[in-house]
């Protein structure tokens, strides 16, 4: 049967914090590599070449570090900022001032639904006073979220949440977020379900899942995503979504990684400046394919009206 699929759209969806070590926690004493020399040095001039446009999903310790903000404000290309929440940073209930050494493991969606809506409120402030418009999209820290999430970021002006896993469930001493029933493809949330759609543009907010293909007989699917997958895994990712998702005008191949790994020693993956070099050839060749293939390039916030015209 002939593709109905009129438009492939390529989004990159980068959750954008502080540098790590290799177990995780918050780099000690606290330093903003992954920004400062990451993104206008590393990240961007990738996506220039090739003609992509990233989205950069900044967390609280991001947006109160004067250099960090203005190396975002002089950034050069074309992108999206959204925002990224890891709970535990930011009012009402902060637990941490100093994030040096932090791990921070929580979910936002443990809180109650007022006070995570609270801290939504304020990360969206603060977000609107260093960078001066309202943010957009989103996703939450260790992809907590839930339908109260969804409700709270609705409510925010929020129009796309990439928070979703499809096929897979995350683990937290205070309760879990079960991804694994959810759609892999850009839907409308329901009010009951994070992971249960409904009719298109029946809301104002649209999930982008990250992309993911199932692998038959294994626990966790293969990634769309430099250092998790190679050249050909991560192009078998994206004919997977073609075949499955032909009867679709609109596919999303939604890619995702941290702003740190492309930082040698700054999270658990590479490890040296040959794999930086590594992830980011990676990266380019994916990209460049998907640019050749004749695939679309768009920010976060573009997917709810791809995926909802009247919107």
Not at 103 to 119: G, H, L, R, S, T
Not at 160 to 169: E, G, L, N, Q
Not at 257 to 266: D, G, L, T
Request: aromatic share 12%; with cysteine.
């Amino acid at each position: 049967m002939a593709s109905k699929t009129e438009r492939v759209v390529v989004t990159i969806s980068i959750d954008t914090e502080c540098d790590h070590d290799v177990n995780w926690a918050r780099a000690n004493p606290l330093t903003f590599d992954s920004i400062n020399e990451g993104l206008p040095n590393r990240l961007q001039p990738v996506y220039n070449e090739v003609g992509a446009i990233p989205t950069y999903l900044l967390t609280v310790e991001v947006l109160e570090d004067e250099e960090c903000v203005q190396t975002l404000r002089d950034l050069q290309g074309s992108f999206e900022y959204g925002t990224h929440l890891h709970a535990a940073f930011i009012e009402p209930e902060k637990k941490y001032y100093d994030y040096a050494g932090v791990a921070c493991p929580e979910f936002q969606c443990n809180y109650p639904e007022d006070i995570e809506f609270q801290k939504l409120e304020n990360l969206s402030n603060l977000f609107t006073e260093k960078l001066g418009y309202r943010p957009t999209s989103f996703r939450a820290g260790r992809y907590g979220a839930s339908v109260c999430s969804i409700r709270s970021l609705e409510k925010l002006g929020y129009c796309v949440d990439t928070s979703v896993t499809p096929r897979m469930k995350w683990f937290e001493q205070s309760g879990d977020v079960d991804f694994r029933a959810a759609p892999m493809q850009p839907y409308t949330p329901s009010d009951d379900s994070i992971v249960r759609a409904v009719e298109p543009g029946s809301r104002s907010i649209l999930e982008a899942p990250v992309t993911v293909q199932p692998r038959f007989l294994r626990r966790t699917p293969r990634w769309f995503r430099p250092w998790f997958a190679d050249l050909d895994a991560m192009k078998a990712v994206a004919h997977y979504h073609l075949k499955k998702f032909s009867d679709q005008p609109v596919v999303n191949l939604n890619m995702m990684f941290h702003s740190m790994e492309i930082i040698e020693k700054a999270s658990p993956y590479p490890q040296t400046a040959a794999d930086v070099d590594v992830f980011l050839s990676s990266m380019r060749d994916v990209l460049a394919w998907c640019r050749d293939e004749g695939f679309e390039f768009a920010g976060l916030s573009e997917l709810y009206k791809l995926y909802n015209p009247a919107g």
